[in-house]
């Protein structure tokens, strides 16, 4: 079971264009392209005349023609044409689905559509503010959303799933503390007078021991933003600010389920030092997607050791845990009210 009723990331916008694009999203087999105008389209990947995917259809002009019959749609979802009859029945219609474009993604409501309120979709002004450098990505995962949600909320595991680029012994080893706010969950971690692990070497230009912190900030289904930064050792962030020798970035992430145990994991590393350094950008992209690819190693073989059992079939709940289970517990109160709504 998947929450409907939010904003959920379907695409980076430039992926979407004159082309029919599928995509499963939350469960749902939709179609994205954009009309001739610009504007993008979320449509059910399905006709409603004998359900072959539009996606094995063509679009053309601003209308989508299935692949078998001819049917065609335009992009409110309405059957305008049907070859070999004039008359349209009612019925001939495809779900569209309410749709923001913001912050370079492409944005879908996929439950009620009257409760679709732009003013609600996430916070990822990082990513088109010009005062920040961007690397930007795609991981597609072979596991249930939560679990990647887990992963992020429990930064322990740089230590070892990542000692080559932002893990060292000191993560696991420094002390976690966890609030929430409203609907959002926070996990902070301080990690004092450490080595600087190998990206902080090359990306922020540390060569002695450093303050590192990172602040997690969670909202359901699956939006993370990882506010981190480090600083000489023993420095005030202002003063080292004022320096301007902090070295801040924004780990953006955007995860929208796919199925029960596949999910799309958008994600963006936002800096405020060094922007015009286009060779830095590349290096951080490069690292970054590596050190993603070991979280999907790391995701998809617990994915695979889970197989039927429930995500929640954890025996061992550890301190670290806690912004998990919290985060956990957030989405299971959200999703309880979903079903208490239908049962009414």
Same mark, same amino acid.
């Given at each position: 079971?998947? *929450? $409907?009723?939010?904003?959920?990331?379907?695409?980076?916008? $430039?992926?979407?264009?004159?082309?029919?694009?599928?995509?499963?999203?939350?469960?749902?087999?939709? !179609?994205?392209?954009?009309?001739?105008? #610009?504007?993008?389209?979320?449509?059910?990947?399905?006709?409603?005349?004998?359900?072959?995917?539009?996606?094995?259809?063509?679009?053309? #002009?601003?209308?989508?023609?299935?692949?078998?019959?001819?049917?065609?749609?335009?992009?409110?979802?309405?059957?305008? $044409?049907?070859? #070999?009859?004039?008359? !349209?029945p009612s019925t001939a219609k495809v779900t569209v689905f309410p749709v923001v474009e913001r912050y370079g993604f492409i944005w879908v409501w996929l439950g009620d559509a009257t409760k679709a309120d732009e003013s609600k979709v996430p916070d990822f002004h990082w990513m088109t503010n010009p005062e920040w450098a961007v690397s930007e990505g795609y991981h597609h995962i072979d596991a249930h959303y939560q679990l990647i949600n887990d992963n992020l909320l429990d930064l322990s595991h740089e230590t070892f799933v990542h000692p080559h680029t932002i893990g060292n012994h000191a993560v696991a080893e420094s002390p976690l503390t966890v609030s929430e706010g409203e609907g959002t969950v926070i996990a902070h971690r301080d990690i004092l007078n450490c080595e600087p692990p190998p990206f902080y070497v090359q990306a922020a230009g540390f060569s002695t021991r450093i303050d590192r912190w990172h602040t997690t900030i969670f909202t359901p289904p699956g939006f993370l933003v990882i506010k981190n930064g480090s600083v000489p050792a023993g420095m005030p962030k202002e003063e080292a600010r004022a $320096?301007?020798?902090?070295?801040?970035?924004?780990?953006?992430?955007?995860?929208?389920?796919?199925?029960?145990?596949?999910?799309?994991?958008?994600?963006?590393?936002?800096?405020?030092?060094?922007?015009?350094?286009?060779?830095?950008?590349?290096? !951080?992209?490069?690292?970054?997607?590596?050190?993603?690819?070991?979280?999907?190693?790391? *995701?998809?073989?617990?994915?695979?050791?889970?197989?039927d059992h429930k995500i929640t079939h954890f025996p061992i709940t550890l301190r670290a845990d806690a912004g998990a289970v919290r985060g956990r517990r957030l989405i299971e109160s959200m999703l309880r009210g979903v079903s208490a709504t239908a049962a009414e």
């Open positions: 079971m998947f *929450l $409907k009723d939010v904003w959920q990331v379907a695409a980076f916008a $430039k992926e979407v264009g004159r082309e029919i694009l599928p995509r499963t999203l939350a469960g749902e087999a939709v !179609i994205l392209y954009r009309t001739s105008a #610009g504007a993008p389209v979320v449509m059910l990947d399905a006709c409603p005349h004998r359900f072959l995917p539009l996606s094995m259809g063509k679009l053309s #002009g601003d209308v989508v023609q299935c692949g078998y019959h001819g049917l065609c749609f335009d992009h409110r979802g309405d059957c305008v $044409k049907i070859p #070999g009859q004039d008359r !349209i $320096k301007g020798i902090a070295r801040e970035r924004r780990v953006l992430n955007l995860i929208t389920p796919e199925t029960e145990t596949s999910s799309h994991y958008f994600w963006g590393i936002a800096r405020g030092y060094d922007i015009e350094n286009v060779g830095l950008t590349d290096y !951080i992209r490069s690292e970054v997607a590596r050190t993603f690819d070991e979280d999907k190693l790391v *995701l998809e073989a617990q994915q695979r050791k889970l197989g």
